[in-house]
């Protein structure tokens, strides 16, 4: 069974069943679903350019100097695109899954088998300073590392 | 005395609101420095706050980001940043051991204590520099155009990006002309457009069915976040502690070595010393641990060099960290400009001395190291799982978006509006296409403005 496998096998099923109604896509480095994007989009414009100009007529005559007056009202209207935010995160809920994992032994092994790729061998535990060693031991990863390397010797013999 | 007095309070104010609000944007992964710095720095400067104000809340700001990005790319094995895509494989490796934890701690501990070493000796490099000022300012049209084509080239797009920063700046004058022509002077909305061109790009690519299909994705995205295990007493961690004496030594050397470089990138520094560190050290896990400690350390003095040193010594955005994060503490019309055909420069680096920037800059990392460093110390686990679950893309992708509406408005009603969506068009196709990188593109603009002018009047033009 492959990663993919064990944490699908994790995932509860009503999660999956919601999935399926979505039309989903990547935007921008993360998953999101393009119907409520496009509603997301026009809530954030609505509120944030509409905070703006309220802001600029009220301020505009309030303001000394133009400038300053519109300066607070583009103020007025970053709180309107912060604010658009939290709407859409109380209406579009994250399309992501997170699983609460405890490392899984086998992804252990594999990590393992990389840093020998990067070597030829995890190195020696006769080379660590005291204080690594009781980082590693605290960890739990000193006997990982120490039995992995009387096993890898053994195979090399 | 009353003025340095008001100075300190000023400081101290605008330093723990820009650490408080970019601890908590660092959170959310693939927020990049240039969309989210760079326009609230603007905001900052505009709305006339007081030079050492303006330099302690980006800074503060910037490292503050840095210790919290740090989270999603050990906790979720996302890179927070584009700034910490070097530190994702050893994080993994880290993750899969079922350490990740370790992971973060060693990488933000490195990371401040490169920061309380660059910031020091990035003013001690931009002192010894600034002698040359006045020669390098009168050679800057010339400088930019070589540094553009430097940087063009050290993209990831290489000659292509070199290639294409020739059309690039020819759309930016042909824009500039056209709203000229209505009396519109835009700067802002270029440098939006160019930081927000990555998300442009991927919603004009949504709407077209041919891209559609390549974005489209099956299910929900997985993440699987890893179990946090604090190892120390109190809320104060000590990163003196949490790095042993060797993985100290290295990241204190690395500092002071990347503090001096400004013209290359932060990535590029950090790969390259990382792996200078890496090759020394034998066991696989001490390698880990140390290299991930290394190459955050020298993440962030690079970052930090890049920002002081063009800053201090001659007030020119010569670098990608000052075109792009940076930009606004040099260039912010009305009331920061660079003018190099005239050799006229009014921003921070004539508002400020030598020493108020050494001082403010380590206010800086101390306002970083008081509020960010612990949070992410202790609350890492608990803040990804908030932000995973509670906070959608949908959400962010909106606020961003009102983001561009209010600031073209603001700018240059239709017109700024029309000119960042062109920018960020053209500009986020070409970063996909050919990795013709932000960095590059903010040059670009640059080379429009400065090294142009200076070309023409060598032809009589």
Known sequence: MTHEAATLAQVPSDARASASGLHLAEIWGDVVDIRQLGMAIVIGAVISVGTFLIAVQILGSIAPVAAIGRAYAMLAGLGGCVISGVVCARLFAPKRQVIETVADPRWRDEAMDELVKETGSVGHAADLPAVTVDEMKELGLYDTFTSYETRHAEKEA | ?461
């Open chain 2, 1 to 461: 005395m009353e003025n340095l007095l008001f100075d300190i309070v000023v400081a101290l104010t605008m330093g723990l609101v820009g650490a408080v609000v970019f601890a908590a944007i660092g959170l959310v992964s693939g927020t990049d420095e240039t969309t989210t710095l760079a326009p609230v720095t603007l905001l900052v400067v505009l709305l006339g706050v007081p030079p050492v104000g303006v330099f302690t809340f980006w800074m503060a700001g910037a490292i503050s980001k840095h210790m919290t990005h740090a989270i999603p790319t050990a906790l979720l094995g996302i890179p927070g940043d584009t700034m910490a895509v070097p530190l994702l494989q050893q994080a993994t490796v880290l993750r899969n051991l079922g350490a990740p934890h370790i992971a973060l701690r060693k990488m933000i501990s490195g990371g401040i204590i490169a920061a309380f070493i660059a910031v020091p000796l990035s003013v001690l490099f931009a002192v010894m520099l600034a002698p040359f000022g006045q020669s390098i300012t009168a050679a800057a049209p010339w400088l930019f155009l070589v540094a553009s084509l430097l940087i063009a080239y050290f993209s990831p797009g290489r000659w292509s990006s070199v290639a294409a920063l020739f059309p690039f700046v020819l759309l930016i004058l042909a824009l500039q002309g056209f709203t000229g022509k209505y009396g519109v002077k835009l700067s802002v909305s270029y440098f939006l457009g160019i930081a927000i061109g990555p998300l442009i790009a991927d919603l004009f690519s949504i709407l077209s069915p041919m891209e559609r299909l390549r974005m489209s994705r099956p299910g929900l995205r997985k993440f699987s976040l890893a179990p946090d295990v604090k190892g120390w007493g109190g809320y104060f961690p000590n990163p003196f502690r949490v790095l042993d004496p060797s993985q100290i030594k290295w990241t204190a050397a690395m500092a002071a070595v990347s503090s001096a470089t400004f013209v290359f990138s932060p990535v590029a520094m950090t790969v390259i010393l990382g792996e200078v560190v890496g090759s020394r050290v034998k066991h696989a896990y001490h390698r880990l641990t140390t290299v991930l400690s290394v190459r955050n350390g020298v993440t962030e003095s690079t970052y930090i060099a890049e920002a002081l040193i063009p800053l201090i010594a001659f007030g020119l955005p010569l670098s990608p960290v000052a075109a792009g994060p940076a930009a606004p503490l040099f260039n912010a019309p009305p009331r920061f400009s660079v003018d190099a055909a005239a050799g006229k420069i009014v921003n921070l680096h004539t508002m400020m001395t030598s020493w108020e920037f050494l001082a403010y800059g380590l206010l800086s990392v101390v306002l970083a190291a008081i509020v960010a460093y612990p949070f992410s110390m202790n609350y890492a686990r608990v803040a990804a799982a908030f932000v995973s679950r509670k906070i959608s893309h949908e959400a962010i992708i909106a606020t961003f978006v009102g983001l561009v509406l209010v600031i073209g408005i603001w700018e240059g009603q239709l017109l700024g509006l029309l000119v960042i969506v062109t920018i960020g068009l053209v500009g986020g196709m070409l970063y996909r296409i050919l990795g013709f990188n932000t960095g590059v593109q903010f040059m670009g603009f640059y080379m429009a403005i400065l090294s142009v002018p200076a070309i023409l009047k060598m032809f009589g033009l």
